[in-house]
Every structure is written in C-alpha cells, then in structure tokens.
T-cell receptor, first 116, second 112 residues
C-alpha cells in the first residue's frame, strides 16, 4: 500500500511568511509524529498525536509552531512568521499503535523548508 | 536527560567486510530500540525493532543486539555491499514518554 506522503517536497519562503506542511499517514495508523532534521544535526522531536488523545507538544520550539490532525488522519504543521533558523527538513512518521506497542515507525520523504 | 549517542559518526570500509555500528543510551527503562537507514534526500526506513524483553533481532545480513543493563545496542552488517552505503540511525522509545529519541547517526560508506 501507499506509504507516508508529505507535501510539498520543497518549500522556499521569505522570512516572516507563514507556511503549512502536510502529512498523509498510512491508512489505519493511529500514531503520527513530526520531527525536524537540520544540516549536521540529529532528528529533533516536535509533536506526537495518538488517536483521540491530547497531542504531546513538548518538542515544539516556540509558539510560532503548531500542528493539527483532522479526523485522525491528515496532519498539518504550521509555522508562523518564519525565521531563517526554521530552515530544515521536516519529517512526518506514522505507526500502527504508537508508544509502548512496539510498532515500527514509517517515515515520509520530508519537506525541505528554506527560509530566505 | 535521556540521550542517544552513536559512535563513530562516519565509517568507511571496503566491500565484503563485516562491520559493527554502535549505539548507547542513558536510562535502561525503555520500551524498544529501533535501527533506521536514511539515504540522501530521503526519509528513514525502519530496519529492525528490538523490544525491551528481547536480546537481538535479525533480518537478512543485519543483526541488532540489545543490552539494556549497559545501555548499548549494536548493529552488525555482514558481508557489506556498496548498496549498504547510507546513514544509520538508532532511536530509543522510553517508558516515560511517547516519542522516539534519535542519535545523530553513523554515515557508512562501503567502497567497491
């Protein structure tokens, strides 16, 4: 079946603009994760959705970042008033059951965001 | 603080060699440990998942081991091939939180 789909694959925006990044998880996967990968850095956790539970937002770096997951499926990560330090690859992943159920994560190919 | 460390950061070997990648983590109260592969410009591909109750997992030429008491995991790649060239990442899911913490990866280059 189809894997995790992210759009756009590349996004160039001017400093101060808002951007929306989209993630379509694998059908039936209840858990959805957003990570950020900067050049030379590891993956930085941003936010985690599990079913109908309140999301774990502990990794969001500032209040300019927010995410939604509508209908338990598609997720949108929004960055307001983008800054140059927001430039990175934003990766989305989904899994069948999420934390503690030992389900492997399936990643999309990411959105490369460049803030000029 | 829960951290995952991978050593070395980069490794270059000739084709055909067996090799070991290392991962260490703080705090042994884990749910599982996962190994991923990342090719340039791509997302991550799950290779192996070891549950906290397991000692090792095998898939083809790959074997991952887990020693919770010492906070270590190794990924063994047998008879390496140029197609194995990629960055290998280790990630740990701890009982106290719902997300995976990743190491910074080991960039492997297998020379023909």
């Amino acid at each position: 079946g189809a894997g995790v789909s992210q759009s756009p694959s590349n996004k160039v925006t001017e400093k101060g603009k808002d951007v929306e990044l989209r993630c379509d998880p694998i059908s039936g996967h209840t858990a959805l994760y957003w990570y950020r990968q900067s050049l030379g850095q590891g993956l930085e956790f941003l936010i985690y959705f599990q079913g109908n539970s309140a999301p774990d937002k502990s990794g969001l770096p500032s209040d300019r970042f927010s995410a939604e997951r509508t209908g338990g499926s598609v997720s949108t990560l929004t960055i307001q008033r983008t800054q140059q330090e927001d430039s990175a690859v934003y990766l989305c992943a989904s899994s069948f059951s999420g934390a503690s159920y030992n389900s492997p994560l399936h990643f999309g190919n990411g959105t490369r965001l460049t803030v000029t | 603080k829960q951290e995952v460390t991978q050593i070395p950061a980069a490794l270059s070997v000739p084709e055909g060699e067996n090799l070991v990648l290392n991962c260490s983590f703080t705090d042994s109260a884990i749910y599982n440990l996962q190994w991923f592969r990342q090719d340039p410009g791509k997302g991550l591909t799950s290779l192996l998942l070891i549950q906290s109750s397991q000692r090792e997992q095998t898939s083809g030429r790959l074997n991952a081991s887990l020693d919770k008491s010492s906070g270590r995991s190794t990924l063994y790649i047998a008879a390496s091939q140029p197609g194995d060239s990629a960055t290998y990442l280790c990630a740990v899911e701890w009982r106290s939180q719902g997300n995976l913490i990743f190491g910074k990866g080991t960039k492997l280059s297998v020379k023909p």
